[in-house]
């Protein structure tokens, strides 16, 4: 009996163990940068001409349980800065209905390039996630009065002019509803439906601050936002 209960502990701390796995594929000789709870995007316009990369990383997730795109993006958030890097670029992307894979580049950029890189944001953008946990389902939302499907692994998204009002709405008469007025220089908003297991993690730094109060819309941490959309599909409101 105890040959068989240690047997299934085995199984299963194996079975575990490779539900995520992160492979660093180029080792870093030196560490010569300490980086903590900073893991940003690099914009496609940044000039990375003159920079290499410290390392390559690449995420292997099965879809079990609460090991998502989303757990797998913040193990890989931790593993590059343990190596110096606080920022990174999407080399490969691929999900299907049993696992994901991610493939970065990680670099260190100083806060001038950071600065750089923050510009390079485009302002006054609406984006609204669909689910991208293990159980996904659409869901409905009105915007300026038309009803739209946000579906799994995908996100809408809206350019607001500066001074149009856009408003967003979701669950009929007694659900949520909000407007959104464009403005100079406005920090665009990023929303989830559901809301994301992992949104008390450590990088949440340059979160707007403005939401809804009820929970309905969630707001979504801007650098884990930014990598969602360069890699969900995205449908233009």
């Known amino acids: 009996m105890k040959l068989l209960a240690c047997s299934f502990f085995f199984i299963a701390s194996l079975l575990f163990s490779k539900a995520q796995e992160i492979q660093v594929l180029k080792e870093v000789d030196t560490i010569q940068h300490l980086s903590k709870n900073e893991f940003h995007l690099i914009e496609e316009d940044f000039d990375l001409s003159e920079k290499e990369p410290l390392s390559i990383l690449k995420g292997i ?15 890989l958030a931790a593993e590059a800065n343990e190596l110096g890097a606080n920022a990174f670029t999407i080399e490969e992307f691929m999900s299907n209905a049993d696992s994901i894979v991610l493939k970065i580049n990680v670099f260190y950029l100083d806060k001038h390039e ?42 809408v998204s809206h350019q607001n002019e500066i001074g149009e009002k856009s408003t967003i709405s979701i669950g009929g008469l007694i659900g949520t509803k909000g407007s959104i ?23 949440t730094y340059g979160q707007p601050t403005i939401g809804f109060n009820n929970g309905t819309f969630h707001l979504v941490p801007l650098n884990f936002a930014r990598f969602l959309i360069h890699v969900l599909k995205q449908n233009k409101l």
């Open 61 to 75: 997730s099965q879809k079990l349980k609460k090991d998502n795109l989303e757990s797998l993006y913040y193990k």
């Open 181 to 203: 007025v464009g403005r100079e220089q406005k920090e665009s908003l990023y929303y989830s439906l559901k809301g994301f297991s992992l949104t008390d993690a450590p990088y």
């Open 114 to 155: 950071l600065a750089e890189n923050r510009l390079l944001i485009p302002y006054n953008m609406i984006c609204i996630f669909g689910d991208i946990d293990n159980k996904p389902e659409s869901k409905n939302i009105r915007f300026n009065g038309d009803k739209i499907i946000v579906n799994p692994m995908e996100y």
